[in-house]
T-cell receptor, first 116, second 115 residues
Framework: AQKVTQAQTEISVVEKEDVTLDCVYETRDTTYYLFWYKQPPSGELVFLIRRNSFDEQNEISGRYSWNFQKSTSSFNFTITASQVVDSAVYFCALSEEQAAGNKLTFGGGTRVLVKP | DTGVSQNPRHKITKRGQNVTFRCDPISEHNRLYWYRQTLGQGPEFLTYFQNEAQLEKSRLLSDRFSAERPKGSFSTLEIQRTEQGDSAMYLC?????????????FGPGTRLTVT
């Protein structure tokens, strides 16, 4: 069965500091997809990034970057130079190729509070 | 089309009443999902449609819950004889599964409060 663990429940930083969110996953599927979603106070889940299991290249997109390490089953996410608008709950999610409809399994979320 | 829409945004009902929620997916998306999110938790999968066919249901979806997607367009989620434990945010998502696209896009959710 697939499982996602986000050990950090809450992180508080001062604006312009970097924030790294940890995510560890479990799956028996050889092909899977990992995602990060943001849920601001308004409540709507916003898709941020996706990584495929067969592509371990780490990338940077604007102020977001991610570190995918298959050997440790981790998919960490970093916000560089945080801003107050980054305050939200961030969810890591896993989708297995074999799962019907590629349904998502979410972690428990990490609340990020960016103080001015 | 600007995204997934859900109605109503909020619903307060008394225990034992029936409620129905609606989800309108992004128009070209063939897959539609329902998730439930309780306070402080991540969303949990409930059910999934490929076009009009309901192909997967979670064990979380008791027989008081029913979902439909007539003609493969909008979807409804009905809860009969609501219980206080049904209080949660009900999220709808849609996706267009292609070789390169996997993302699910979420609506704003319907927050249900059962009193």
């Amino acid at each position: 069965a697939q499982k996602v663990t986000q050990a950090q429940t809450e992180i508080s930083v001062v604006e312009k500091e970097d924030v790294t969110l940890d995510c560890v996953y479990e799956t028996r599927d050889t092909t899977y997809y990992l995602f990060w979603y943001k849920q601001p106070p308004s409540g709507e889940l916003v898709f941020l990034i996706r990584r495929n299991s067969f592509d371990e290249q780490n990338e940077i997109s604007g102020r977001y970057s991610w570190n995918f390490q298959k050997s440790t089953s981790s998919f960490n996410f970093t916000i560089t130079a945080s801003q107050v608008v980054d305050s939200a709950v961030y969810f890591c999610a896993l989708s297995e190729e074999q799962a019907a409809g590629n349904k998502l399994t979410f972690g428990g979320g990490t609340r990020v509070l960016v103080k001015p | 089309d600007t995204g997934v829409s859900q109605n109503p945004r909020h619903k307060i009902t008394k225990r034992g009443q029936n409620v129905t929620f609606r989800c309108d997916p992004i128009s070209e998306h063939n897959r539609l999902y329902w998730y439930r999110q309780t306070l402080g938790q991540g969303p949990e999968f409930l059910t999934y449609f490929q076009n009009e066919a309901q192909l997967e249901k979670s064990r979380l979806l008791s027989d008081r819950f029913s979902a439909e997607r007539p003609k493969g367009s909008f979807s409804t989620l009905e809860i009969q004889r609501t219980e206080q434990g049904d209080s949660a945010m009900y999220l709808c998502a849609s996706s267009l599964r292609t070789v390169t696209a996997y993302e699910q896009y979420f609506g704003p959710g319907t927050r249900l409060t059962v009193t």
